[in-house]
């Protein structure tokens, strides 16, 4: 079984803050996805990494970095975290990005700003 | 407008009744999935397709191409079904996931 999982799931930070949030994968996935939840809005993507090194923005990356030194390893950062940062953030991975390919998902990071 | 439009938000039902989520999207996808997250957090994907129909135990998914339309069915559903139920696509142009905003179903006994 494809196993992701996520350092904390619970976590309460302070405005202005950097917060890591990480997550790993076991399966050897080229890609990887950071996505956050919020009521009503589904999920939306932040960024993803196709490789080691490589990363994408994806819908709102805007106060978000994220960090893929090692493949099964994908790292979200919260530079300067802010109120509206309040969320429910899920990691994802994937063998490849086309076709009728499954995203796996980890247990989410409830993350409360201060 | 979202590109996936779920319907309803929020559906209670008693237990054993039969339960119909449904899933409306407006870009050609390659394909579609229903996901399901329980209380905490975690997701586990439920189908993925891309045309007709899947049956797994007591849940079967169908989707038509042609109305850019999906359902999810519950038979004979039971408290432990009770969940967030989330309809994705992917977007056959840029192969981008798009996320519905979930159907919150409550199953009471």
């Known amino acids: 079984d494809v196993k992701v999982t996520q350092s904390s799931r619970y976590l309460v930070k302070r405005t202005g803050e950097k917060v890591f949030l990480e997550c790993v994968q076991d399966m050897d996935h080229e890609n990887m996805f950071w996505y956050r939840q919020d009521p009503g809005l589904g999920l939306r993507l932040i960024y993803f990494s196709y490789d080691v090194k490589m990363k994408e923005k994806g819908d709102i990356p805007e106060g978000y970095s994220v960090s893929r030194e090692k493949k099964e390893r994908f790292s979200l950062i919260l530079e300067s975290a802010s109120t509206n940062q309040t969320s429910m953030y899920l990691c994802?991975?994937?063998?490849?990005?086309?076709?009728?390919?499954?995203?796996?998902f980890g247990p989410g990071t409830r993350l409360t700003v201060l | 407008k979202n590109e996936v439009e779920q319907s309803p938000q929020n559906l209670t039902a008693q237990e054993g009744e039969f339960i119909t989520i449904n899933c409306s999207y407006s870009v050609g996808i390659s394909a579609l999935h229903w996901l399901q997250q329980h209380p905490g957090g975690g997701i586990v994907s439920l189908f993925m397709l891309s045309s007709g129909k899947k049956k797994h135990g007591r849940l079967i998914a169908t989707i038509n191409i042609q109305e850019k339309h999906s359902s999810l069915h519950i038979t004979a559903s039971h408290p432990r079904d009770s969940a967030v139920y989330i309809c994705a696509v992917r977007s056959r142009n840029n192969n981008d996931m798009r996320f519905g905003a979930g159907t919150r179903l409550t199953v009471k006994p």
């Open positions: 994802a991975s994937s063998l490849f990005t086309s076709g009728d390919n499954e995203q796996f």
